[in-house]
């Protein structure tokens, strides 16, 4: 649910659902005949860990610059 995305992430709802049209975010899914959606975890867990590497790298390549 958003709000287990919300507190995963750091992320604004807004934020979530516009990354999530733009292509930036997993798209969330429609649980049963409700109008409930949903995450799928490991799809988010992988969207965190590629931003942890991103910033990962980004931290190594200033630091190489810096040397």
């Known amino acids: 649910r958003v709000a287990d995305v919300m507190m995963l992430t750091g992320l604004k709802r807004s ?9 930036r975010f997993p798209r969330q899914f429609k649980i049963g005949n409700s109008r409930a959606s949903g995450w799928a975890g490991d799809e988010v867990a992988a969207w965190i860990e590629s931003r942890v590497q991103e910033g990962l790298a980004r931290r190594d390549s200033e630091s190489a610059e810096a040397a």
Do not use: C, P, R, V
């Open 15 to 23: 934020t979530i659902y516009l990354w999530a049209s733009e292509g």
